[in-house]
């Protein structure tokens, strides 16, 4: 048991993320700007729960002093791309990123993970963007075209300074969660674009910006406990994909993808079946680490509930 300290607790990822880590006997410390109240919903999981704006470095410092954890898991973020303006998207997560890091290396804590994103390949870029291959890992090289992705950049640049800085008294990772579902969203509430589950696999342009790329967000709280768990016993400052074993796709992307990004047939020929785009093959190789959670199993699941609520 450990006690994990984890900042954008009260978002779509942190929900889930600091549910996990309650399950699995971890005593958890929420941090977000705003937390639910003792008497909401959902609380009770987490041994504490502190309103701080950890872009105020002197905040961060106080949290993290008064906390002292044995880990600190970094969410808190302006998660959307565009959904600020672009300096303000990248001031606020290069921000977060350093004050949470520098504080909780001040407070002595020796295990900190930061979240990053898939967007640090660079799909999307209005000039046209191919990848070096298919599919992708953390060893093909970023390429980010708007500041939300240079910020999840700036943030595991920021990872790999500590790490130089403190060598292996302090451990370090950071990971890329594929597009996030969280529980509810199996069911039919929005997904962090605004469309549902089901309207994401009807309409592959929906879902092929992203690259047809998602994770159940239980699934991200097993990796992060999993890699809180090893991450002594592995490089420092390791970057992880983190993402489900298929695509959200009803058909291969190895068909689908060339649709939308022309160019790719000869790179996505290899994505046969449900292969996904982005590889979690690191994750598994020095983790251990496999997703338990995949949209065919799981919404087959909510239908069988549905129906049987039904009857
Ligand atoms: N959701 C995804 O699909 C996805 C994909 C890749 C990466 N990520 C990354 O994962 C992390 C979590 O994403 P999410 O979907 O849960 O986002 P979210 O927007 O639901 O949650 C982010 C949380 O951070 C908090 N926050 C923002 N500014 C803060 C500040 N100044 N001080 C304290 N807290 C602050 C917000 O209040 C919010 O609760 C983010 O770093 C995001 O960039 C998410």
Redesign the pocket.
């Known amino acids: 048991m450990s006690r994990i300290l984890v ?8 929900r889930s993320v600091v549910a996990v880590l309650g399950q699995r006997g971890h005593e958890v410390i929420e ?4 937390v639910p109240n003792a008497e909401s919903a959902g609380a009770g999981t987490s041994a504490q729960q502190i309103a ?4 105020d470095a002197t905040q961060a410092s106080a949290v993290l002093e008064q906390t002292k954890p044995d880990a600190v898991i970094h ?6 791309p565009f959904s600020a303006p672009e300096q303000h998207i990248l001031r ?2 290069a921000s ?1 990123a350093y004050n949470v890091m520098q504080a909780a290396v001040d407070a002595g804590v020796r295990k900190i993970v930061t ?5 640090v390949f660079g799909y999307g870029a209005p000039e046209g963007w191919l990848p070096e291959r298919l599919p992708l890992d953390e060893d093909v090289a970023p390429r980010p075209w708007n500041a939300y992705a240079l910020s ?1 950049l700036v943030a595991e640049r920021t990872a790999q300074m500590f790490a130089a800085q403190c060598g292996d008294r302090v451990r370090l990772a950071a990971f ?5 579902i969280a529980p509810e969203e199996w069911e039919g509430a929005p997904t ?1 674009q605004g469309h549902t589950i089901l309207e994401r696999l009807d309409d592959p342009a929906l879902s092929a910006p992203a690259l047809f790329n998602y994770v159940d967000a239980r699934d991200v709280g097993v990796f992060l406990d999993t890699l809180l768990a090893g991450i002594g016993d592995i490089p420092n400052a390791q970057t992880f994909m983190v993402g489900a074993a298929d695509a959200l796709a009803r058909r291969p992307l190895a068909e689908l993808l060339p649709q939308f990004i022309p160019g790719t047939e000869s790179l996505a020929a290899g994505l046969t079946g449900t292969q996904p785009a982005f590889s979690i093959e690191k994750a598994r190789r020095l983790l251990g680490w496999e997703p338990e959670h995949d949209w065919r199993s799981v919404l087959s699941e909510v239908s069988t509930h549905t129906l049987a609520g039904g009857a």
């Open positions: 900042t954008g607790s009260s978002g779509r990822l942190g941090v977000d700007l705003t701080a704006d950890l872009t969410l808190a973020a302006i998660a959307v606020t997560n977060l979240a990053s994103s898939p967007t999840k890329r969660p594929c597009y996030v962090q």
